[in-house]
């Protein structure tokens, strides 16, 4: 089993910030990709930001200059901080990781459960 847990999510005033929080457990060989994507409330689920293995990153264009990812291999885990931020960025930001769970498994998408952003004022 492989589980991946969101916190971090919350109110907060238009301007403020937040620090997500994913980590994954269970049975994992190794980690690939992690990234962060969101689903305001009847709009599609877009990519926010990803970061590779090696440190590489990648934003929407909606967030460049406005959030960080980073990520703690060691402990299977990525961080999304979120500044200046704007009543559209109201979402369940879901976490992802592409991994592994043996050495001969073939790569695979995990989600996790969502956690809600709300900016308002």
């Known amino acids: 089993q492989v589980q991946l847990v969101e916190s971090g999510g919350g109110l907060v005033q238009p301007g403020g910030s937040l620090r997500l929080s994913c980590a994954a457990s269970?049975?994992?060989?190794?980690?690939?990709?992690m990234s962060w994507f969101r689903q305001a409330s009847g709009k599609e689920r877009e990519l926010v930001a990803t970061?590779?293995?090696?440190?590489?990153?990648n934003y929407a264009d909606s967030m460049k200059g406005r959030s960080t990812i980073s990520r703690d291999n060691a402990k299977n885990t990525v961080y999304l901080q979120m500044n200046s931020l704007e009543p559209e960025d109201t979402a369940v930001y879901y976490c992802?990781?592409?991994?592994?769970?043996?050495?001969?498994?073939?790569?695979?998408?995990?989600w996790g459960q969502g956690t809600q952003v709300t900016v308002s004022s």
């Open positions: 269970g049975s994992i060989f190794n980690i690939n990709a």
């Open positions: 992802n990781a592409y991994l592994r769970r043996t050495r001969v498994d073939g790569w695979q998408p995990y």
């Open positions: 970061i590779t293995s090696g440190g590489s990153t």
